[in-house]
């Protein structure tokens, strides 16, 4: 069983900087996906960021933290930062730490498809 926990939420005014931590405990195994989601009041779920131990190892950021967001995770240790900078209003969501194991080597992208979740962290940007 895999168990994640963040911390580092809070609230920070339009263009200010926010670092976000997550502790992963349990066995993720050879092949694995962690990724930082985050779900608006009456938004799906969206992925913001996701670093797999597959491949060529590279990060992930979604269009809408483009050049603002960043990921890091040395493979085998057990945290994965994302540091969001220059946050707008739109950043305001609960922010979730995620995994997904498998027997072969693949990205994961879809919410859905991970299956270990903290239980979040609230993140408020104010304008």
């Known amino acids: 069983e895999v168990r994640l926990v963040e911390s580092g939420g809070g609230s920070v005014q339009a263009g200010g900087s926010l670092r976000l931590s997550c502790s992963v405990s349990?066995?993720?195994?050879?092949?694995?996906?962690l990724g930082w989601f985050r779900q608006a009041p009456e938004k799906e779920r969206e992925q913001v960021a996701r670093?797999?131990?597959?491949?060529?190892?590279?990060?992930f950021a979604a269009d809408s933290v483009q050049g603002r967001a960043s990921i890091s995770h040395e493979f085998g240790s057990s945290t994965v930062d994302l540091q969001m900078n220059r946050m707008k209003p739109d950043d305001t969501a609960m922010y979730f730490c995620?995994?997904?194991?498998?027997?072969?080597?693949?990205?994961?992208?879809?919410?859905?498809?991970?299956?270990?979740w903290g239980q979040g962290t609230q993140v408020t940007v104010s304008s």
């Open positions: 349990g066995n993720l195994g050879r092949w694995y996906c």
């Open positions: 670093i797999c131990k597959c491949g060529d190892g590279r990060s």
């Open positions: 995620a995994a997904r194991s498998s027997p072969q080597c693949r990205i994961w992208t879809l919410p859905h498809e991970y299956t270990d």
